[in-house]
Structures are given as C-alpha cells and as structure tokens.
C-alpha cells in the first residue's frame, strides 16, 4: 500500500510539474495605445496566450485613488487547458467618467491585468498613461452660401474652441482636413474639400471637431449642389493595345495579355490612385498658386474628367473603370509645362499613368501630369506657371501621345474646369480667406 500511494504522490508531482511547464503567461498589447480618454472611449486591448483568458480587468488610477471600469470572469480550466489552444483575444471596453464618475479632467493611468486560463493561473499586467479630457469641443460655422458642383471643390470657414485636436469637413467616406486661415489665430480655420463626382447629389456635408478623447461634435452649413452629367462612351481594347500597355507596365507579369491588362486596369489603377491620393500629405500650409490654372495651350480634349468608359474586347465589354482627369494631346512630345506655380512632390513612373509629375500648390491642392515621355524636374523642385517640366507622350496605359491632366483636394480628385475661372477661384475661395495676405498670393 505504500508503494502504491508513493507511486501515486509521484505520478502526481510529475503532472504538477508538466502542467506547470505548459503553463504559460499572457502577453498584453494595445496598438496604437490610447492617449486620451473622456465620457466613455472605447479602447481596445490584444491579449496573447495560448490557453485564454480566466479573468481580465481594468482599473484608472488618478491621484492616489483606483476606479475599476471592467471586470470579466471565465471558467477556470486548471487540468484539461492544454487541449483548448486559443487566437490572441481582443478585448473591448469603454474607459471614461461614465464609468469612473470620479474623474476629473488630467493625468491618469490604465492599468490592464490578464490571468491566463491554464494550471498556474499566472497574471501579466500592464500601464499606460493617459489624459482625461472632459470638455467637447465647440464649433461655430461660417453662414455664408455655398454653392457646389458635382465633381467640384468649395471652401468652408469656421471657428473651434473649447477642448479639440482635430477638426475639417466630412463628405460621405471623404475627410477633408482644416488649416488656420491666414493671419488668423489657430482656431479660426478653413477646409478645402471636394464633392467626388460619384457621390449622390444628396450627400449632405458637415464640419467636425474632434477631441483627443474621440469626443466629437459636427456643425451644419448652408449649401447646394448641383448635378453634373458625366459621359459615358466604349473603348474598343485591340490585341495590338493589349501587346503595348501590357508588356511596358508589367513585362514579367503572368497569364495571357488580357488577364495582365484586367489586373492593370483593376488592381494598379487602384494602387496608383491611393499613391496619389496620400500625396496629399506633402503640402504646404500656404497658397503657392497665383492666379487661375492653365489648360495646355493648343490642346484638343480627348476625355473629359469622370468619363465612365467601358472596354471592349472583341466585340465583348470586359471592364469598366472611370477616367479621372482630362486626356489633352497637340503633338507628339509636345513640352507639358505647370498649369500653376507649385512645388514638384512626385516625378516618377507612376504605374498606368507612366512617367507622372504632381505639383502641390498649397493647402492639400494638387495637379497631376501623367504619360510623359520625359521628366525635367525633381522632388522638392518650385516650378513657376507655364514652366516646362517634361513632354507629353504614351507611357502608361496610354494608346498614343497624349497628356493626362488632373487635380485633386486633399486626396480627392476634382475637375480642373472650376480651376481654369479666375472668377470662381476669387469668389468661391480667396475671398472667403480672412488675410489679404492669403489673396496676394493666389489674386488673379
């Protein structure tokens, strides 16, 4: 008998120590950390272990005192845990003064505390520092009319005050940011913003603030949009177009001419597009342009911005993409020259708009020259209207020599049209910039 009980005392320890050696502790991440937090935030926690989670909690510590704003229990699984391997958890809940009423606006700390749901149970914590932000922001938008063109750009201002970080226009899925107005105090701002041309006349605009906490408040502004009909025609897609685009762009890429064409008209479009759109980071707080835009002189329009087009291929229609720009040609390898002054942010093959320069003219407004057969100018360059920066030819996905024009509002792409009226740039723009310092620089 007593060999049987030392045998199972043995048997016992040894289970104890291997389910002690499988045991593991939990490993907590939060991605981007939260910073601030005000009435209710949401945050959310990764938690890494193989086993899962037995208990999660989170307290705030402010001043010496402790408020727990989450508390969640599982089944403890002490023996049999190792069978049950488990993803990371992401774990959610809200951090603010509706949980701990308490608070007050300052400095706090989150602590976040995971028991790990295996024999030993063991528990990982972790802090971060934060601040309380209790007041909201507050906004007070311009009253003026504002008048929209579907495809178009505009210009709203207004002021923010109390608590915020962050503040511009919203319009569908777009956000368009806000810069102070010239001469003017932090607060007292502008947002340039474009209405796409594939949004619904109906789509309604609004500025926003938004505090470090997430807390966020939106103002209305009067406006009115007016539709715009956008063309549609047929491309016929020949074996001889397929041969040329296809092979210059993607020389070594896979499968037969139309498939490699279907992924460049799809997928690279797309890709490109979103490269183009986060220049809009590279601008300067300032108007750079000075006067109206400028058309290619002598051009003939071959497409006209948001041309829907569908492509034919033998007597079939494979795919449908829009043409964001104007396609303007004169002849072969004419020089393109800036439309306006502007600093050069991109002067490089850009997929299937080819050799491609973009010019940033201040305040997220950029312009776009796209097949060029050579480029004579570099990132970081100032260029002055009218200024040759290259020649036009069929780079990209381009079927003869021709220059693709085109301008975007932080990120949006417009139609250049409004851009050309040095009218429309004075009245539904510079004028409604505060300084005249703001209007010097861009007056017709």
């Not at 007041?135 to 109390?162: K, M, W």
């Not at 296809?246 to 890709?271: A, C, E, H, M, Y």
């Not at 108007?287 to 002598?298: C, D, I, K, R, Y």
């Not at 050799?355 to 002055?384: A, E, F, P, T, W």
Request: with cysteine; glycine share 8%; proline share 5%.
């Amino acid at each position: 008998m007593k060999l049987i009980l030392a045998i199972v005392a043995v048997l016992l320890v040894a289970a104890a120590v291997v389910l002690a050696a499988l045991s593991a502790t939990p490993a907590i991440t939060m991605d981007p950390p939260v910073k601030a937090i005000g009435a209710s935030t949401p945050v959310k926690v990764e938690v890494t272990g193989p086993y899962g989670l037995r208990r999660f909690t989170a307290v705030l510590e402010q001043n010496g005192a402790r408020y727990t704003v989450y508390d969640h229990h599982n089944p403890a699984r002490r023996l049999l845990f190792m069978r049950l391997r488990e993803a990371p958890h992401a774990v959610s809940f809200p951090a603010g003064k509706q949980q701990a009423p308490a608070l007050r606006a300052g400095k706090a700390t989150l602590i976040v505390e995971a028991q790990s749901n295996d024999f030993l149970g063991r528990t990982t914590s972790a802090s971060f520092d934060l601040d309380v932000v209790l007041e909201p922001p507050r906004l007070a938008v311009d009253e003026a009319q504002h008048y929209i063109n579907q495809g178009g750009s505009e210009l709203v201002t207004f002021t923010v005050s109390g608590d915020w970080s962050e503040a511009g226009v919203k319009l569908g899925p777009y956000t368009f940011r806000s810069f102070p107005q010239p001469g003017r105090p932090k607060n007292e701002r502008f947002s340039l913003f474009g209405f796409s041309w594939d949004l619904p006349v109906d789509t309604v605009p609004h500025v926003y603030a938004r505090n470090a906490a997430g807390t966020e408040v939106t103002g209305r502004f009067w406006y009115k949009v007016f539709p715009k009909p956008f063309r549609t025609r047929d491309l016929e897609v020949t074996d001889a177009f397929l041969d040329k685009v296809v092979n210059q762009i993607d020389p070594v890429g896979s499968g037969d001419l139309l498939t490699r064409f279907l992924r460049i008209n799809r997928d690279l479009r797309k890709q490109n597009n979103q490269a183009l759109a986060d220049l809009r980071l590279k601008t300067e707080e300032r108007v750079l342009w000075n006067g109206p835009f400028s058309q290619l002189a002598n051009s003939q329009v071959e497409a006209h911005f948001a041309d829907v087009r569908s492509y034919i291929y033998k007597g079939k229609k494979v795919d449908q993409q829009v043409h964001l720009g104007y396609d303007l040609a004169v002849t072969a390898h004419v020089p393109v020259v800036a439309a306006n002054d502007g600093r050069v942010v991109w002067a490089s093959d850009l997929g299937i708009y080819g050799n491609c320069i973009v010019l940033d003219h201040g305040y997220g407004l950029q312009s776009i020259y796209g097949h060029l057969s050579r480029i004579d100018v570099k990132v970081g360059d100032m260029v002055k209207k009218g200024q040759a920066m290259g020649h036009s030819g069929s780079t990209g996905l381009a079927g003869g020599d021709h220059l693709h024009f085109s301008m975007q509002v932080d990120g949006v792409q417009v139609n250049p049209v409004e851009w050309f009226d040095a009218h429309w740039i004075h009245d539904r723009i510079l004028s409604k910039l505060a300084a005249e310092g703001a209007g010097a620089a861009g007056a017709p």
